[in-house]
């Protein structure tokens, strides 16, 4: 069993100083929660988001950016065509952006995020969609690079966006994926699947694993996981 502090799961030991900032995010991740009222959440905290989940706090925009810095290097990073899923406000698309990434497209279903992200002009395209409840309109192979920081939850991205995932990524393009270590032992949605599910994948030859690290300070000082995964 999860330990919880105020029926927020997860809280203890998060610093002090960042409880507040942890409430507002538990909102939006609180047990049980369903993926409309999700949604629902993003659409009201959008405002506050980048306030409340500011870098120090938060650091899986950082935390990806560079992961996906150290698999391109030079002029490359100007022509690979990224995917950022889960774009939220669009701080994933900041951080590719001061690592000379240029060809960015977002995919994120809350509205209020997106007209941030959208205010902030880093992206090339955008697409008002979620992943995993159904095909989305992007076509087969479209993207080198397939990234997410903070869309896996409860009531996020369902463990099937990683076929989704796959299916838009060109052969030999990577999928590179950031989540919290933690929410693979409560997240009922992740619990002994998404591992596995991985693992199906790679038995299905869909693609293979590139590597699997751990990192300190991910968000509130917790441990987040990396995940590189390239496609077949
Ligand atoms: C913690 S925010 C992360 C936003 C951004 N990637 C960042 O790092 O700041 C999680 C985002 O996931 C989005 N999201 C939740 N479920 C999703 C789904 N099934 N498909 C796509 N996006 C989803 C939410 O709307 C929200 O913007």
Redesign the pocket.
């Known amino acids: 069993m999860q330990s919880s502090e105020n029926g927020l799961i997860g809280a203890e030991g998060v610093p002090v100083d960042e409880k507040d900032a942890y409430a507002a995010?538990y909102k939006?991740h609180r047990k049980g929660i369903s993926?409309d009222k999700?949604?629902k959440t993003?659409d009201e905290w959008a405002d506050n988001?980048d306030k409340d989940?500011c870098p120090g706090v938060?650091n899986?925009?950082e935390i990806?950016a560079k992961a996906v810095g150290e698999q391109y290097v030079g002029e490359e990073k100007q022509e690979v065509r990224i995917l950022?899923?889960?774009?939220?406000?669009g701080?994933?698309g900041e951080e590719l952006q001061k690592l000379g990434f240029r060809r960015i497209d977002a995919?994120?279903?809350?509205e209020r995020?997106l007209e941030i992200l959208r205010q902030r002009g880093l992206y090339e395209n955008d697409w008002h969609?979620?992943?995993?409840?159904h095909q989305t309109q992007i076509k087969d192979g479209t993207y080198d690079c397939v990234v997410?920081?903070?869309?896996m939850?409860e009531?996020?991205?369902?463990i099937s966006?990683l076929d989704e995932m796959i299916r838009v990524l060109k052969t030999g393009g990577l999928m590179i994926i950031v989540m919290r270590e933690e929410y693979l032992s409560y997240v009922n949605e992740y619990v002994d699947k998404l591992e596995p599910h991985l693992k199906e994948l790679e038995a299905l030859k869909k693609c293979k694993k590139v590597s699997r690290t751990v990192v300190p300070n991910y968000s509130f000082n917790k441990n987040g996981i990396v995940f590189v995964y390239q496609a077949l």
């Open positions: 995010n939006a993926y999700v949604i993003y988001y989940l938060y899986g925009p990806l950022d899923v889960a774009a939220g406000t701080r994933v995919l994120e279903p809350s995020m969609d979620s992943i995993g409840f997410s920081a903070g869309g939850g009531g996020h991205m369902p966006a």
